[in-house]
């Protein structure tokens, strides 16, 4: 396996891999991931299963998280796919009856579903703006109400994630930061009600080398990076690391917060 190095990852110390793990924190614990057949998701649920957690990787493609429950097992991990559309509040009854009778409990809830919706306002048509708001944040409004008792009883915790479209105004993109921006307050209003049976928290990527940016230009993604004090994208591992974080009791006394993971990206002035 190659070894990771300051020029091929900017930010991280010469001796650390992005495969490096800490000690395992979910041995015992159920871990239920929404939007995880790739990207940040998929990221997530291999980082949980080699911390010891059981994961049900979850998305509505569901042949994709078929292959990545597959990839978990194959490594040793416990994995379960299940197909689930976080849109539908149906739905999400029946994911958590499938999480109690396979382990009898849920501790972390990765509410991760959301995708950009370019699109100045006055372009917008109704039907794309309420459609991108049940994907990304309706959705956190289905899974958290048919969680709350199973979380309630493990002492669990839910991570959402967010975007830094939430923290900084991007021109063209109202429906998308609309939607973070509604997690990043209910993340904190959700730590206040439930406080003391859940913690809530949202992690929130600057850019991150996944799917949703696999159309971008490359001159867009040079850029991107050189505006990034860190000077690179993210990784889905690096929002892997800190889902895994906010989930694990190293995180026990971090409740409503949103953890800003962008390589520096929100705190410069860099044009
Ligand atoms: N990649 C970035 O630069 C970036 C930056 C900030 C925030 N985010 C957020 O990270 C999250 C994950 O995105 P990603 O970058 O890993 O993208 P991705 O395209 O790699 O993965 C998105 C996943 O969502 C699934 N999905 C789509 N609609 C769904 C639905 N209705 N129900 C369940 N699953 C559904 C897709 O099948 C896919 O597997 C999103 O919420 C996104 O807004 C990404």
Avoid: C
Wanted: net charge negative; proline share 6%.
């Amino acid at each position: 396996m190659s070894r990771t190095t300051p020029e091929s990852h900017p930010g991280r110390h010469p001796d650390s891999h992005p495969d490096h793990r800490p000690a395992a924190r979910f041995t015992g614990r159920t871990a239920l991931l929404t939007a995880a057949a790739s990207g940040i998701g998929a990221a997530t649920a291999r980082r949980l299963a080699d911390e010891g957690a059981s994961v049900l990787v979850t998305d509505v493609d569901a042949a994709g998280a078929e292959r990545v429950a597959e990839e978990v097992r194959a490594k040793g991990g416990d994995a379960r796919p299940l197909g689930l559309d976080v849109t539908n509040p149906e739905a999400w009854p029946e994911a958590i009856r499938t999480v109690e009778e396979w382990t009898g409990r849920l501790d972390l809830l990765h509410l991760n579903a959301g995708r950009n919706l370019p699109g100045a306002i006055h372009e917008l048509d109704d039907t794309s703006w309420h459609n991108h708001l049940r994907l990304a944040l309706d959705s956190v409004f289905y899974g958290v109400r048919a969680a709350v008792p199973l979380l309630s009883a493990a002492g669990g915790a839910v991570v959402v994630t967010g975007s830094v479209h939430a923290v900084i105004g991007f021109s063209g993109f109202p429906a998308y930061a609309a939607a973070k921006g509604g997690v990043s307050a209910l993340v904190r209003q959700l730590a206040v009600e439930y406080a003391g049976r859940i913690r809530f928290n949202a992690v929130v990527p600057g850019a991150v080398d996944t799917g949703l940016w696999t159309d971008a230009p490359d001159e867009y993604r040079v850029q991107t990076a050189a505006r990034t004090p860190v000077g690179r994208l993210g990784e889905p591992e690096d929002i892997a690391a800190a889902v895994a974080f906010l989930g694990s009791d190293d995180a026990s006394f971090i409740t409503g917060q949103n953890l800003v993971v962008d390589g520096g990206r929100s705190i410069s002035s860099q044009e």
